[in-house]
């Protein structure tokens, strides 16, 4: 592999992934990138349609775009959505061109969920407005939510998302087996340390998310820390299929690193998206009319920094040349 195709997928897989399952592989040549679903790294009971694994590609997807832009390598994508194929996308490149500016590339690496108390300080109304105009695609929706009206309603969609999805048992096993504790040396999940979680709790979280049934803490917890941002942030989308997926996680993963560039901290939260009754009831809550919600997440300056998740070696997502 050459050292600038490992350089695009180092910045590609800083990109966020449900559960920090980094649910892709790669075929790589010199002239372009295969991406791949990883079939084994499906969450069935979390995504059980394959819209966040989607999306966590169409983040990955974002990052390789940005990665190339900065190192001046002129490229295409083609999306592979149509059959069932774990093939999602495959850029080429063809020579060279100007390069970019380091903004986008620096915030690939500094960007991470931060799950933190947020501060009663609102977002600049100019950043929201540069934030917005990044989607270019009319396929695509962008809610800004920040009245205390609004917010109170997606928090209350999402407290009940929250609610009925924590209390499917099948679901909590499936999220302590992606939980880590703190000392992990494990390079995918989740440390505990990540949600504000001491050493000891995040040693014992996982036991106790298998036995006991926390779905009505944890639905008070949402309803608190949705309406804690300062701004709510709805994707939507006309359709509803991988490849809409795959864009909704570009335009995702581009407001965050533009987010971030500018000082401001994000948490993804979709029990709501995850939550097909919260669906219909977002879209309602938000008029979507015939845009489908694919993704919600917080935006806003945090109390305090959080840290990066582990990521795996380059070379654990490669597969063999044909
Ligand atoms: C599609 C998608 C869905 C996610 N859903 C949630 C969520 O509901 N709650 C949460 O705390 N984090 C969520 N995350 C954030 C991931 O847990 C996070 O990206 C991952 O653990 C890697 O950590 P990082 O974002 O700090 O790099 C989601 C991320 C993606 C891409």
């Not at 994508?77 to 590339?105: I, P, Q, V, W």
């Not at 009831?281 to 806003?300: D, H, I, S, T, V």
Request: charged share 30%; proline share 4%; hydrophobic share 40%.
């Amino acid at each position: 592999m050459s050292k600038e195709i490992k350089l695009l997928l180092e910045c590609g897989v800083r990109a966020p992934s449900s559960h920090n399952s980094q649910p892709w592989l790669f075929r790589v040549d010199e002239k372009y990138i295969e991406i791949y679903a990883d079939p084994k790294r499906r969450l069935s009971e979390a995504d059980r349609d394959g819209r966040m694994l989607f999306v966590s590609l169409g983040c990955l997807i974002a990052n390789l775009k940005i990665a190339a832009d900065f190192l001046g390598l002129s490229h295409s994508l083609a999306y592979y959505t149509s059959g069932t194929s774990d093939l999602a996308a495959r850029m080429n490149f063809f020579g060279e061109k100007k390069k970019a500016n380091g903004d986008y590339f620096r915030a690939t690496s500094e960007r991470r969920s931060n799950r933190n108390q947020y501060k009663n300080r609102p977002i600049p109304e100019d950043v929201i407005r540069a934030l917005k105009d990044l989607n270019r695609d009319e396929g695509l929706r962008i809610d800004f939510v920040t009245s205390y009206k609004t917010r109170a309603q997606i928090a209350d969609i999402s407290s009940r998302a929250m609610g009925r999805i924590m209390s499917r048992s099948p679901f909590r096993r499936e999220l302590a087996h992606w939980l880590r504790t703190n000392i992990t040396r494990k390079k995918d999940g989740m440390p505990g340390s990540g949600h504000g979680m001491s050493l000891l709790v995040s040693c014992i979280a996982p036991h106790i998310l298998r036995h006991v049934d926390v779905s009505k803490v944890e639905a008070k917890k949402e309803r608190k820390r949705i309406m804690n941002f300062p701004a709510v942030v709805v994707i939507s989308s006309r359709g509803n299929h991988r490849q809409q997926w795959l864009k909704v996680g570009e335009l995702l993963e581009m407001i965050l690193l533009a987010a971030q560039s500018k000082s401001i901290d994000s948490a993804i939260r979709v029990a709501s998206i995850e939550d097909q009754i919260a669906r219909e009831e977002l879209r309602q809550a938000l008029g979507l009319r015939n845009f489908e919600p694919q993704m919600l997440f917080g935006l806003g300056y945090a109390e305090k920094t959080a840290p990066h998740s582990p990521r795996r070696r380059i070379e654990d997502y490669i597969l063999p040349a044909r």
